[in-house]
């Protein structure tokens, strides 16, 4: 079993910045794919940014050139930067992984963009 801590979301105004950090229990040099996904109210959970156990990186259209995942594996943890927030972006925030065959989701983490 795997647990993963969520920590950084909050009340940011329009054109803000928010880091969030994903924290998991287990070492990151294992995992298959790490990353994160967002779910707006009355809105599917869609994916955010994740990257691979060989350092790939994807990121969703609507968040490209604004937002940069990247982890620390001395810490177990993986970052998701949020740069130029619009209000479309508020939503609770997921961190993911997978380690093998197996899917972990941390509980959330609230991120609203507003003035």
């Known amino acids: 079993q795997v647990q993963l801590v969520e920590s950084g979301g909050g009340l940011v105004q329009p054109g803000g910045s928010l880091r969030l950090s994903c924290a998991a229990s287990?070492?990151?040099?294992?995992?298959?794919?790490m990353g994160w996904f967002r779910q707006a109210p009355g809105n599917e959970r869609e994916l955010v940014a994740t990257?691979?156990?060989?350092?790939?990186?994807n990121y969703a259209d609507s968040v490209k050139g604004r937002f940069t995942i990247s982890r620390d594996v001395t810490k177990n943890t993986v970052f998701l930067q949020m740069n130029s927030l619009k209000p479309e972006d508020t939503a609770v925030y997921y961190c993911?992984?997978?380690?093998?065959?197996?899917?972990?989701w941390g509980q959330g983490t609230q991120v609203t963009v507003s003035s």
């Open positions: 287990r070492s990151i040099l294992s995992i298959a794919v």
């Open positions: 990257i691979t156990g060989g350092s790939m990186l």
């Open positions: 993911y992984a997978r380690y093998g065959k197996v899917d972990y």
